[in-house]
């Protein structure tokens, strides 16, 4: 009998393996309401799911920089302003994406970052209560111009924001 348990266990695991599920944290284009977030919600690139709305515990600088205005988030812990953002639950067909959308580790680097949640607004039933800590996968960079440290810092990022700067996808031929 016990053989048979161990057969069937194999089976299982190898047939219908974990789906392991990862918290990412999203600040910039693909938030809602900004230019990239449908293809956060497109099916074809894995599965997301919204949560909450979140902050970083730690203060980082959140810039726009380079010809096409995008938001980086500077690994430089301890600077500019506790981050507002997005808690998703991607499946790794989607977090594959995102490091590819992502230009991972080129352009971005996927760390872990503390958040905490703001509110629990999410779309399932796997919504996170406000207050909670919790670490995240964040696309942050360790790459950056030194002036980049001079640009003003943003809290929350909107393309359509006040500072002037809105992103446009770079469509230069690779």
Known sequence: MMKVSIILWLIISVVCPAVYMHYVFIYGTLKKGQSNHSIIK???????EFL????TVERYPLVIATKNNYPFLLNVPGMGQRVHGEI???DQKMLDFLDEFEACPELYQRTTVQVEVQDGDGEGANTLKPGR???AFVYST??????????PTYEN???????GLQYHED???E
């Open 52 to 55: 909450a709305r979140a902050r």
């Open 133 to 135: 800590f919790m670490d």
């Open 171 to 173: 469509t230069s031929p």
């Open 142 to 151: 360790t790459r950056y111009e030194p002036e980049w440290l001079q640009k």
């Open 42 to 48: 497109n099916t074809t690139n894995g599965q997301a």
């Open 157 to 163: 990022y909107d393309t359509n924001g006040d500072h």
């Open 88 to 90: 998703y639950c991607v």
